[in-house]
Nanobody, 127 residues
């Protein structure tokens, strides 16, 4: 059974930091790119960051560049999203998703390309 389980969401004040985790099971993690998406209330889902399966390629949406980093631990089948200098506009439900990456270098923020999805974790940035 494929599972992607997000954790780490919380209420944080502006300027604070959070680290989200995406723990996976049920598929061959080593061959999948992992992507973080978010959806704020009343807004469309948007891609936030991605990391390829093996060559370390990463990408970030413009609003989070310089503030967010992404990493993966293949031994733990887990991907992390480190979020620094959080802003109220970062408030959203954050989802992780997996995309088959046969080349080892795929990194796309296109939600239509995802094979598996998690259920999300809520991040609230507010004073």
């Amino acid at each position: 059974q494929v599972q992607l389980v997000e954790s780490g969401g919380d209420l944080v004040t502006p300027g604070g930091s959070l680290r989200l985790s995406c723990a996976t099971s049920g598929f061959n993690f080593d061959y999948y790119a992992i992507v973080w998406f978010r959806q704020a209330p009343g807004k469309e889902r948007e891609g936030v960051s991605c990391i390829s399966s093996s060559d370390g390629t990463t990408a970030f949406a413009e609003p989070v560049k310089g503030r967010f980093t992404i990493s993966r631990d293949n031994a733990k089948n887990t991907v992390y999203l480190q979020m620094n200098n959080l802003k109220p506009e970062d408030t959203a439900v954050y989802y992780c998703a997996a995309s088959d990456d046969p080349t080892g270098s795929l990194c796309t923020l296109d939600g239509d390309a995802m094979d598996f999805w998690g259920k999300g974790t809520l991040v609230t940035v507010s004073s």
